[in-house]
């Protein structure tokens, strides 16, 4: 099956700071999701992108599929912002999502 | 409904018992997927329901666990004879195809003692 890898596994940062994080994949896919689970559990869904790029107020992705990556940007980092990102990844001959083992990230004030 | 409901939201169960958890998906979405996600690890599938086609169950552990959708809307996940390492929350997404961002559940935590 595909395989997802998330770096970094754990990030910390002071806020406002900027952060990147990275998604890379080891197969074509036509299915890539990028998800929030704050600290009680709840998993948010932030972008559905499989290519190109989006962006929703302090967030940004960009996909690009051919080179199999996929990066998620946060700008001026809130203590809110803190949790687990997962990337989703849905290979072409699949029917759901695999997902990333996550980057950790805690915001402090 | 607004979101994906999931009940109980908690349940202890002992070892050998059989619990069913329960997901209500958004109207309207006709794709549901069931995960769960052990303590500290990431999500990991059981199931998958696409409207009427047959259910992809390849994700499902063992013949302990099975699940149903009727009338293409709640779905039942059960699991007979639980063990621990059954224990885990279980969660539950929908979406309105194949192709299209999941919702979530806030998930069904599970206790086997």
């Known amino acids: 099956g595909i395989q997802v890898e998330q770096s970094p596994p754990d990030l910390i940062l002071q806020e406002g700071a900027n952060s990147t994080l990275r998604c890379n994949f080891s197969?074509?896919?036509?299915?890539l999701q990028w998800f929030h689970q704050n600290p009680w559990g709840q998993l948010i869904n932030l972008f559905y992108?499989?290519?190109g790029t989006k962006q929703n107020g302090r967030l940004s992705a960009t996909t690009v599929a051919t080179e199999r990556y996929s990066l998620l940007y946060i700008s001026s980092s809130q203590t809110t912002d803190s949790g687990v990102y997962f990337c989703?990844?849905?290979?072409?001959?699949?029917?759901?999502?695999?997902f990333g083992e996550g980057t950790q990230l805690t915001v402090n004030p | 409904g607004a979101g994906v409901s999931q009940s109980p939201s908690n349940k202890v169960t002992e070892k050998g018992k059989d619990v069913e958890l329960r997901c209500d998906p958004i109207?309207?979405?006709?794709?549901l997927y069931w995960y769960r996600q052990s303590l500290g690890q990431g999500l990991e599938f059981l199931i998958y329901?696409?409207?009427?086609?047959?259910?992809?169950k390849s994700g499902l552990p063992s013949d302990r666990f099975s699940a149903e959708r009727t009338g293409g809307s709640v779905s039942t996940l059960t699991i007979q004879r639980t063990q621990q390492e059954d224990s885990a929350v279980y969660l539950c997404?929908?979406?309105?195809?194949?192709?299209?961002?999941?919702?979530f559940g806030s998930g069904t935590r599970l206790t086997v003692v």
């Open positions: 997404a929908s979406s309105r195809g194949r192709r299209e961002g999941y919702t």
């Open positions: 197969d074509s896919v036509n299915n």
């Open positions: 992108i499989p290519s």
């Open positions: 989703a990844v849905e290979e072409t001959s699949g029917s759901r999502l695999t």
């Open positions: 109207s309207g979405h006709t794709a």
């Open positions: 329901f696409q409207g009427n086609s047959a259910p992809d």
